[in-house]
């Protein structure tokens, strides 16, 4: 485990031993089923949190949900009603509707380590957890759209992706297993120009229980 990733968790552990209880919003919630995503229901997918102990401000989660989020739903509900044409734009939208979707569900305020399937699978590819982390927090930095941690079913393989914009560099087939948020808006309120502390406290925030949801999925 890397210093900062070890001295948060002892931070946390230490605010807990001093008996500071999480408040109800930031309590353990499973996501809602895939079938409530909004490109099926064409309604916004619940927040699993209204705000990231720790992390994300109320103020920052809730602006970016409901004018980021909810504008590209919007968008692709308009666009979805007519199977041709705009293709770039609404594979943009649909792919920033489930992109923030994931997001939304992989953070958790409550620190956590790799559970065993997502620990196994980053060990095999990476070598140690903290490997990946280092590589995925790369990614993040160099990115102005998202990096996700995607596993290939072709070849059964991980792999760290950035990518600028929502229908740029897409990867077929690619399976979304850690997926962050990088454009400012998702950080701006809260860190202003520290990105780098953003992407620092987004991999500190994974909820790896969702995230070992996802890799057993694969395995089905
Ligand atoms: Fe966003």
Known sequence: MNRSRRSFLYGAAAAAGAGLAFPAWAKEKPPPPPGESGIVTGKPR?????????????????????????GALKKFVQLDADATGDHRLRTAKMNSVVLHELYFDNMAGKPSDPKSSANAALKKRFGSVDRWIADFRAAALSSRGWAVLAWHPVNG????????????????????????????????????????????????????????????????
Request: charged share 25%; net charge negative.
């Open 157 to 220: 393989k991980l792999y760290n992706i950035a990518t600028d914009a929502h229908d740029d560099g897409p990867a077929w087939f690619g399976v979304p297993l850690v997926v962050v948020d990088m454009y400012e808006h998702a950080y701006y309120l809260d860190f202003q120009n520290k990105k780098k502390d953003y992407v620092n406290g987004f991999t500190d925030h994974v909820d790896w229980a969702e995230v070992d949801r996802r890799v057993k999925a694969t395995a089905g």
């Open 46 to 70: 619940a927040l699993r949190y209204e705000a990231v102990e720790g992390f994300l401000s109320k103020e920052q989660i809730g602006w970016h949900h409901d004018s980021h989020y909810g």
